[in-house]
């Protein structure tokens, strides 16, 4: 695990330019209609090394999960700073549970960790805007694109907590067939230095 503490900022104070894309604290409609703020407290990573080493847990590098917006969001969140969201530690944390309960590596999907709420897939309606879902494409050496093994790694990772949701297999929307999609819900964390007061 990292020795130096993440910086932890309040997104309403990063730069215009920043908050346009974060959004931070907006409220947001899901896919079935509900209204949730998304995330107003982020870790600042002053870059991809850093990344790279700040382990979230002990199997996952915080890389593993905010690779998508590095290589594929907008022009901005390609660079660092980068800002994600604090919640962020809380599914790490999951991931290491689940590694340990089926006793493999777990390979997160490259567009299946954090997602900013400008990205293209999902946008601010994803789960994946709060930093707590993970869309997993192989554990060990099994490959998660059928039935069987996406009901079989799901029901583990559904026992760990009766938090976690987990999509059941299939091919429409909140289904899925080629990868696990856990999320441990609309979760925010605010750190104890800072503050929710506006």
């Known amino acids: 695990m990292n020795a130096e503490p993440l910086r932890a900022v309040d997104g309403v104070d990063l730069p215009q330019e920043y908050r346009v894309l974060l959004r931070p604290g907006e ?24 990344a790279h080493d700040v382990r979230q847990a002990p199997h996952f590098t915080l890389a593993e999960l905010m690779l998508v917006d590095c290589r594929e969001g907008r022009l901005l969140l390609n660079q660092f700073p980068h800002y994600v969201p604090c919640a962020i530690v809380l599914l790490a944390r999951f991931l290491e549970d689940f590694r340990r309960e089926v006793d493999a590596p777990v390979f997160i999907s490259a567009n299946g960790g954090y997602r900013s709420p400008a990205h293209q897939i999902g946008g601010a309606q994803s789960i994946h805007a709060w930093g707590t879902a993970a869309n997993i494409y192989r554990i060990g050496d099994t490959l998660l694109n059928d039935a069987k093994s996406i009901q079989k790694f799901g029901s583990i990772a559904a026992s760990l907590s009766p938090a976690v949701f987990v999509r059941p297999f299939g091919p429409e929307r909140e289904q899925t067939d080629d990868h696990l999609h856990i999320d441990l819900g609309f979760v925010s964390l605010t750190p104890r230095e800072c503050s929710e007061a506006s």
């Open 27 to 50: 409220a947001e409609t899901d896919f079935q209609g509900n209204i949730h703020r998304l995330p107003r407290f982020f870790y600042e990573i002053g870059s991809w090394q850093e």
